[in-house]
């Protein structure tokens, strides 16, 4: 997490649209049709801007963590991610954080909060057919993927993470909004 005395950062965090700051979090970050790249000096917003994903229908390990490399990135925020790719963001340098959900501006207030850290693999992940159960998930080289196409074309199986995942947030909110309201039920 960035302090006031730091350099400035670049995060990038997952979207469904390019409409910055006001941007919905996207639950999967290779899957998203947008990244909302955020510059900030200290805690201060200095720059916004919406970038295609160019790998949203398709893509094969290491491409979309390359691709956040590319755009700069220090920093990359999403609701969720496999084990590779957070293993590929640690070799590029980059925190890999999960977990985020809403705006774009909420995720961000809450990572700079400190309330929003770490990065866990989703449930999916080992479905996934780049991790095997059982097996160590190999390393993909930055340069190289996974031969025949195989990754993440099951939409089933993402449309599955995706409902868990929102269902996790719901359970979540409406704990939180119980506490908040002393609704014990």
Known sequence: MPSQTERAVRIAVSADDGSGLDSVVSPHFGRCPYFIMVDLDGSEVRQVMAVDNPYRGHHQPGQVPRFIREQGADVMLTGGMGMRAISLFQQFGIEAVTGAFGTVRRSLEQYLGGALEGAQPCRESVGHAHEREGTTPQMATPDV?????????????????????????????????????????
């Open 145 to 185: 993927g996974l031969a025949g196409g195989e990754y993440e074309e099951d939409e089933v199986g993402r449309l599955r993470e995706e409902v868990d995942m929102i269902q996790e947030q719901l359970e979540k909110a409406t704990a939180r909004l119980r506490a908040l309201s002393g609704d014990a039920s």
